[in-house]
């Protein structure tokens, strides 16, 4: 198993409603906090299940939802059947996107899913797609010094404050002994120093700083701002 294999399964990812539910708003609310204006094209790829997605439409012009997991698609296609400003699209329609057409890309809580090399033509994808004046947001992005204990902690304390610390308690101990755990250690989680990640941006044609605070209830984990870098000439 991979992990797109993983995500297509469907997993039990959160450990009871309401943390999908506090989960998916806190989400939304920090895309809706980078949105440049009101009629912004936005992508969030690897979205995931974008629970609250439809605030985040009614935030912007037009939102792409791209997942490469044909499961999540589905769902994803079946709630937003017929919804005027919202497409959903798989990586490959996402290569078939028009060039420099998106005022603000996302990408929240994918790179350690992804290798290196995977990363890195993701972001070239994304400084083709994005104008000139666009932004690329990058969230959740792991340091090496972040453990799995780290990740705990902070979802023991988002799950204190959100009411559902019992059930937090117990989703932990069911991961570990889930496929996730198990692909977690054999696969690992692809990890960024700040100053490797800035590099990376660099090399994909991008200007980009670290932003606080992060994507989500982990501050342990980074989030990035980046802009393509203008030609000489360009203003």
């Known amino acids: 198993m991979n992990w797109i294999e993983y995500w297509n399964g469907a997993p039990p990812l959160y450990v009871n409603a309401r943390h999908k539910l506090l989960h998916g708003r806190q989400v939304a609310r920090d895309i809706v ?3 440049p204006d009101p009629d912004a094209a936005v992508m969030d790829y690897g979205c995931g299940e ?3 997605a439809d605030e985040v439409a009614a935030a912007c012009g037009s939102l792409i939802l791209a997942d490469a997991a044909d499961t999540v698609r589905a769902g994803l296609e079946s709630r ?8 959903v699209l798989s990586p490959d329609e996402v290569a078939d996107l028009a060039g420099h057409s998106l005022d603000l890309i996302v990408i929240n809580s994918l790179l350690q899913y992804l290798d290196r090399p995977a990363s890195a033509a993701l972001l070239a994808t994304a400084h083709d797609k994005l104008k000139p004046t666009g932004r690329l947001v990058v969230a959740d992005v792991v340091p090496p010094d972040v453990s799995p204990v780290a990740d705990a ?3 023991l304390a988002f799950a204190a404050r959100g009411g559902f610390l019992l059930a937090a308690l117990g989703g932990l101990a069911r991961t570990a002994l889930s496929d996730y755990g198990r692909l977690r250690k054999q696969l690992g989680f692809t990890t960024y120093a700040e100053d490797e990640f800035l590099t990376l941006l660099d090399h994909a044609g991008f200007e980009g700083e670290r932003r606080h605070p992060n994507f989500g209830h982990n501050q342990a984990r980074m989030c990035f701002v980046a802009r393509p870098r203008l030609a000489p000439g360009e203003a």
């Open 50 to 52: 974008a629970l609250a």
């Open 33 to 35: 906090s980078v949105l």
């Open 80 to 87: 937003f059947s017929g919804h005027a400003t919202v497409s």
């Open 153 to 155: 902690a902070a979802l």
